[in-house]
């Protein structure tokens, strides 16, 4: 709304309005508006717009009565009774249109087991936050997050054991990256996170690593919780590279880690009842 020359914003900088919709009460000879108000960026429904000028247009047929003949005062406190009702119900139907499409966008971007983004979800968000930071001369790091012995796990633990990993992958994030971080789960036994001005790549996977072996000493994890993990930094000064390849980067790094990294027998780790890693 700040970048529509019609709207006086000097009158909404010091409110909470961020977007807002307008129709006029009657198409042709107009008596006025009526609006809908958002908090955040907001680009208005098909269906949000109609029932505002059904809303509109019944506002307007009303005043008109009310305006263009002598009433009694009981018939009139009737009909402004009646327009409120219309309101009411009107109002309720755009808010559940409007709570249904949030929902659906916030399903479609976010993976079921962990809550985290999924793939979509990662890509719509972190390409703007990429460019951004370029253009604030600020630095990115990618995090490629590979959970190791998933599929050791679910073949002898079964698959709720093998979620346990990846819900516990996903807190361990949580409680290592910061808020403005992006976490997200891109599939199966792999996650991945952007990062922005982080000081210190490797000082951040070391605590990770660390909370993962928390979160396995806390709920008591008869088998281990452990990743690999890989990243790739880019430097805002002479930077060309996109997301994609930030993120390939990452990956081919972790897996050069996990190459190195001594197997465990899953198998003899449940016939012993302990692991160490």
């Known amino acids: 709304m700040y970048s529509d020359a019609r709207i006086p914003v000097e009158a909404y900088a010091p409110t909470f309005v961020k977007s807002l919709t307008v129709v006029p009460m009657r198409q042709d000879d107009p008596v006025g508006v009526i609006g809908v ?17 059904v809303l509109a247009d019944t506002t307007a047929t009303v005043l008109d009565r009310l305006l263009g003949q002598e009433m009694p005062e009981a018939a009139a ?26 929902e659906l966008t916030r399903l479609s971007l976010t993976d079921g087991l962990t809550g985290l983004y999924n793939r979509r979800g990662f890509f719509l968000l972190a390409n703007p936050q ?10 990115v790091t990618v995090f490629f997050i590979d959970v190791d012995y998933l599929k050791q796990v679910n073949d002898h633990y079964g698959h709720k054991s093998g979620d346990w990993l990846i819900l516990g992958t ?10 403005g971080d992006i976490l997200a789960r891109l599939g199966g036994d792999e996650f991945v996170v952007l990062a922005i001005d982080c000081v210190d790549g490797q000082e951040v996977v070391n605590r990770l690593k660390a909370n993962a072996e928390f979160f396995a000493q806390d709920n008591e994890l008869s088998y281990p919780l452990s990743m690999s993990v890989g990243l790739a930094v880019s430097q805002w000064e002479g930077s060309n590279l996109t997301l994609n390849q930030l993120v390939s980067k990452a990956d081919a790094a972790m897996y050069a880690q ?3 990294r001594r197997q465990l027998n899953i198998a003899e780790i449940k016939a012993s009842r302990r692991w160490s890693v």
Do not use: G, I, M
Not at 38 to 51: F, G, S, Y
Not at 79 to 101: C, D
Not at 173 to 179: A, D, V
């Open 130 to 139: 990429l460019l951004q930071a370029h253009r604030q001369q600020q630095s």
């Open 258 to 260: 996990k190459q190195c």
């Open 37 to 53: 108000y958002w908090a955040e960026r907001h680009q208005p429904l098909t269906e949000e717009v109609e029932l505002l000028q």
């Open 77 to 102: 406190r009737s009909q402004l009774e009646v327009l409120e009702h219309t309101n009411a119900k009107l109002r309720a139907e755009v808010l559940q249109r409007h709570t249904s499409e949030a």
């Open 170 to 179: 996903a807190a361990s994030l949580h409680k290592t990256f910061r808020e």
